[in-house]
């Protein structure tokens, strides 16, 4: 990401919607919008905080040259992990690239980790920043879902799957129905597109050998 003045909340390093939004090359709406979808990927406290009342008093208070803020009446500001999690489910070109950055920056920095000497001196301080980032790089890692190429090559397996089974145009909404409604089951997710991205393989194949 482009850099950005960061701002502290409790002392935590947050961004506003407008600062995720420059910083991925889109709008705030589509921050906002995106937030509305998947909410429920979202904790309070950890990846973000929506001030009100006394505390957005406080906060504008600090940011009077700031005229976005005039108006607000529940203002978001995201935490690091909340940001990397809009990087993950947006589709700007710039969301996609931060979020190849941190996947690559999640193995970098497990490989310094391990070849770091025990004899280094490193303050309890810098050690607990890096095992935190550490964690919620493998938390993201764990939890990302399929991106639109990954779901449309899911689609394409299932297609050619019906494709094989039957040449018979009315039988076959039938088990395109019957093998989301598996792969639902499988994964135990409301949706194929909520599938995670490490277990694409494993969905793949099932889907190639369904009905056999």
């Not at 700007?92 to 193995?107: E, G, P, R, T």
């Not at 397996?157 to 639902?184: D, H, M, P, W």
């Amino acid at each position: 990401m482009q850099q950005l003045q960061v701002l502290e909340h409790l002392d935590k390093r947050v961004l506003t919607t407008q600062q995720i939004a420059e910083a991925f090359g889109t709008k705030a709406k589509v921050i906002t919008r995106n937030f509305q979808r998947n909410n429920d990927h979202y904790e309070q406290g950890v990846h973000y905080f929506a001030l009100t009342g006394e505390s957005l008093k406080q906060f504008k208070g600090s940011r009077r040259d700031d005229v976005t803020l005039k108006f607000v009446s529940v203002l978001y500001l995201w935490t690091e992990q909340g940001a990397w999690l809009h990087a993950k489910s947006l589709n700007s070109d710039k969301a996609w690239q931060a979020y190849n950055m941190l996947i690559s920056s999640y193995y970098q920095i497990k490989e310094q980790l391990e070849e770091v000497p025990q004899t280094l001196a490193i303050s309890y301080k810098q050690f607990q920043q890096i095992e935190r980032r550490v964690e919620t790089l493998e938390q993201l890692v764990k939890n990302a879902t399929l991106h639109s190429g990954e779901q449309l090559r899911l689609r394409k397996a299932v297609g050619a799957r019906v494709c094989e089974l039957t040449e018979n145009q009315g039988a076959r909404q039938a088990l395109f129905r019957s093998i989301y409604a598996a792969l639902k089951e499988r994964y135990h997710v409301g949706s194929y597109r909520d599938i995670k991205q490490y277990q694409l393989q494993d969905a793949l194949r099932f889907v190639e050998k369904w009905g056999k």
